[in-house]
């Protein structure tokens, strides 16, 4: 499949870029060109936070509608995601690696997003109005927060898109979309749904480019707020961008995760091979709350350790868009090497490598593979133990007991995800309370978008999903009346 197109789209429109640049995209499985895209100038820029902020100033306009209308929007807008929804996940899969098995789960999630906050402004009182200490009553009202600026990184790039679109269109919001360069073809898939759901004139538009053009729309005059999801470095420098304006931010950022394996989990690869796989291997490595730091019981390291290494063992590695494979090429050349810097750092260090190490998976001579690789015999303070890597590669690190495997996991810089692995409900639940991070599983992981979704520490400030993700874009106002 290859996409192509000659227009942006502005304002909710197709519109003629101002310039003549232009993005190429490759796959990542065959390195061969799949699609090219115009690149977005600072002056598209403009033009799409100058149509949003009209919009958003409409007196009768999008934000001032009734819920009900905008929710109706949403609910067109899932149904024709949907209805493109495995042109999207091939997209997708190319262009980033995912495999498509998993592209059919982690790319479904914004038709989900966009019901659940339809349901959830549909749902929510405009006011409310309490009894005062001082005056007779406040009104404390909810309103949208204004011209949103969303950047999003490629790994999951249609999910984390939908993150800030959904809950930002339900309260009310216009939207200008920074897509990474990486993964800017389904974006356009994304743009021609929008279109035929009726997405009204400025409500939203797309600028791709890399973080330049990010960083001049994250401090355009006219954006209200900042939905950033990415790398911590790039987060500090939103961050710092958005202190200076004193404008909010909202960051979803790096990770480095801890699977607890308790001395009582079950270990059985036919009943918990899958769901370990999808906790810390899922999208190639390449997603932010993954357990990439596996903690293994001392009397059951050796287990673990195999356990693990059968896990990566089965998973077939190959071409992202077949069926079968669960272990794709990584996103671009550039994390390949990022990836395999880690691997060379790892064994230079003196871990074991249980499975896979240096170089390319054997019978692949094209795409941007590494080998999926798990090292033992290590520690908590190996640089692999303690930076983000994004890719295939595990670490299990040994713990003498349930205060032990707590304190090693919080001996991070990060807090995003993280499971528990135990037979013993009462037991998990409070190591997964004891863990600084702001999400944990208990025998699996999996995002909910009712729950509040987000991280501690270097792992960001905010939270999507769940009401609390609504919340992010409102604004509340206290009428107080007296007499
Ligand atoms: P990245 O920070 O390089 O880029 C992310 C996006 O931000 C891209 O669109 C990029 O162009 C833009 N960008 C980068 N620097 C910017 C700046 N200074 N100003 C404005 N825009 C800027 O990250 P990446 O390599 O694309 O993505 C992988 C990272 O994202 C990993 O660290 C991963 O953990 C993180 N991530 C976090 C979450 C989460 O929910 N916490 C989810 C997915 C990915």
Redesign the pocket.
């Known amino acids: 499949m290859t996409i192509d197109h000659s227009s942006l789209f502005i304002g909710s429109q197709w519109t003629t870029p101002s310039s003549s640049e232009r993005i190429t995209v490759r796959s990542a499985t065959t390195e061969q060109i799949i699609g090219s895209v115009p690149e977005a100038a600072p002056a598209d820029v403009d033009a799409a936070v100058a149509t949003a902020r009209r919009a958003f100033d409409d007196p009768r306009g999008w934000s001032n509608w009734d819920p009900s209308r905008r929710a109706e929007i949403l609910d067109r807008f899932a149904d024709e995601y949907t209805s493109r929804s495995e042109e999207i996940f091939t997209a997708v899969s190319q262009q980033n690696g995912m495999p498509i098995s998993i592209a059919r789960q982690l790319e479904a999630f914004p038709p989900v997003l966009m019901r659940y906050y339809a349901d959830l402004i549909r749902k929510q009182p405009a006011e409310e109005v309490r009894d005062g200490v001082f005056v007779t009553t406040a009104t404390v009202q909810r309103r949208p927060v204004g011209v949103v600026a969303a ?6 790039p249609q999910t ?1 898109t939908a993150t800030k679109l959904a809950p930002a269109l339900a309260a009310g919001c216009t939207i200008v979309i ?4 990486e993964t800017v073809l389904d974006a356009f898939l994304l743009a021609e749904a929008a279109q035929a759901a009726g997405v009204p004139d400025g409500v939203l538009s797309i600028v791709p480019g ?2 330049d053009l ?2 001049y729309l ?1 401090s355009h005059k006219d954006v209200d707020k900042v939905a ?8 500090r ?2 961050a710092q961008a958005c202190a200076t304006l004193l404008r909010p931010v909202s960051l ?4 480095k995760s801890a699977a607890i394996v308790l001395d009582d989990a079950d270990l059985d690869l036919q009943k918990v091979g899958q769901s370990m796989f999808a906790a810390t291997l899922a999208n190639n490595g390449q ?3 993954l357990g990439t730091r596996v903690l293994a019981p001392r009397t059951r390291y050796d287990e673990v350790v195999d356990t693990f290494a059968n896990i990566i063992t089965s998973a077939p590695v190959g071409d992202s868009l077949d069926a079968d494979t669960l272990i794709g090429p990584m996103a671009s050349a550039t994390q390949r090497e990022r990836v395999s810097g880690y691997i060379e750092r790892g064994i230079h260090d003196g871990a074991r490598v249980v499975v896979g190490g240096s170089g390319t998976p054997e019978g692949i001579d094209r795409g941007w593979f590494v080998k999926p690789t798990l090292f033992a015999d290590l520690d908590n303070n190996a640089v692999v133990a303690r930076e ?1 890597i ?1 890719g295939p590669v595990l670490s299990v690190i040994a713990y003498d007991n349930d205060d032990d495997a707590i304190r090693i996991a919080n001996d991070s810089d990060y807090g ?1 995800g993280g499971t528990v692995w135990s037979s013993d409900p009462s037991r998990a639940m409070a190591v997964a309370g004891a863990v600084e991070s702001g999400t944990v599983g208990i025998n699996g992981y999996i995002p909910d978008p009712a729950a509040p ?1 987000g ?1 501690v520490k270097a ?2 400030i905010g939270r999507e999903f769940g009401p609390e993700g609504l919340a992010a874009y409102q604004q509340l106002k206290s009428i107080y009346q007296f007499g």
């Open positions: 950047i999003v990184p490629w790994n999951v984390l920074k897509p990474s360069p890399g973080r990010g960083a994250v950033f999801t990415g790398s911590t470095g790039g987060g420098a939103v979803e950022l790096g990770g997603v932010c709350f983000e994004f995003l979704f991280g792992s960001g």
